[in-house]
């Protein structure tokens, strides 16, 4: 397998590559402050990163396989907003995969991933929305699995074999800062220390644990209130060798899981973050809809049923309208009927 990148090939070359044995990564990240010690890039360099280690892999396990890297999109949305975020409608980020997956499924290629490193909400089920899409209109695998990754990553559920390759079990305080990293925090602050050290800020080392209750985190641009500095967790944990640990495991996971996509043992919407049916493009302004629909629709129901209640107790005779005119009135057991005085 060889690993191309997409912007420095010609049509024709392109054109040249077996389809049936290529597959295209898409990386996908916005800019988004992630505190005073880390740049408002560290999302799309992680992806990128972690999309050219898939790529070597691939390359190391299918020699018979091209490998194409398209260039990063800046795209996402559900972002923390400061300066320096970019922050795009979810629709927006949606369509534009389904665009760029539409493009790439009608020159014929097969297998379309996405590498993603923003785990907005909303984000997330951007890109499996359009997956989806793509995979459906064009009878092709396009994938965006990094939100299940990450669901796992974050749950802990990857914390043993982490400190196996780490050498060394985690105590309980790491185990509960863990728990309490979301963003900019002991995780992405040592990543970056990894990848690029030369962009992480000092002060890392003295900045104190910001903690924030669930109850906390449903409020909008939360670690930016009331005095917050836009990080969530324990930065001045980070270390490089966590990282290392850390992405060996999340690569030895992501490898196992595009191998099952490209034999087709496995399906992408097997694969998807828990947010998937709940932030959906347009399924709130959709939900609230059919709410206030059938809250309205019950509100009518009772309004009616006490009313007609009402009527029953003063006799049927009278119905709801001069007596004799055979105006509908309700009968003494609830049901509408035509009495006639």
């Known amino acids: ?120 909400p909303g984000h997330l089920t951007a890109l499996e929305e359009a997956a989806a899409i793509v995979s459906r209109r064009h009878r092709v695998t396009m994938a965006s699995f990094t939100g299940h990754l990450a669901w796992q990553f974050l749950r802990g559920r990857y914390l043993e074999k982490i400190e196996a390759a780490l050498g060394r079990p985690l105590s309980d305080d790491e185990r509960t800062a863990f728990a309490e990293d979301a963003h900019g925090g002991w995780w992405e602050t040592s990543l970056m220390l990894l990848l690029r050290p030369d962009l992480v800020d000092d002060s890392y080392r003295t900045l104190p644990p910001a903690r924030y209750s669930l109850a906390d985190r449903v409020v909008p641009n939360y670690p930016l209130r009331n005095g917050g500095r836009g990080y969530v967790g324990h930065p001045a944990l980070a270390d490089p060798a966590f990282a290392t640990a850390a992405t060996d495991v999340l690569m030895a996971e992501t490898m196992e899981l595009v191998e099952g996509l490209l034999d087709g043992s496995i399906r992408p919407d097997e694969r998807r973050s828990p947010f998937f049916p709940f932030f959906r493009t347009g399924f709130w302004p959709v939900a609230l809809g059919a709410t206030a629909g059938l809250a309205l629709g019950a509100v009518t129901y009772l309004t009616l049923a006490a009313f007609g209640r009402g009527s029953t107790r003063r006799g049927p005779s009278r119905g709801w309208g001069p007596a004799g005119r055979g105006v509908p009135t309700i009968d003494p057991d609830g049901r509408g009927g035509d009495h006639r005085a």
């Open 1 to 120: 397998m060889s690993v191309h990148l997409l912007e420095e090939m010609s049509s024709p070359a392109l054109d040249a590559l077996d389809r049936a044995r290529t597959a295209v990564i898409l990386t996908v990240s916005p800019l988004e402050e992630h505190g005073p010690h880390l740049p408002v890039g560290v999302d799309a360099i992680a992806a990128r990163y972690f999309a050219e280690t898939l790529g070597k892999r691939l390359a190391g396990a299918r020699p018979d396989w091209s490998v194409l890297l398209a260039p990063t999109l800046h795209i996402g949305s559900f972002t923390f907003e400061a300066a320096g975020t970019v922050s795009v409608r979810q629709r927006v980020v949606r369509d534009t995969l389904v665009d760029y997956g539409g493009s790439l499924a009608r020159a014929g290629f097969r297998y379309i991933l996405i590498a993603n490193g923003h785990g907005g």
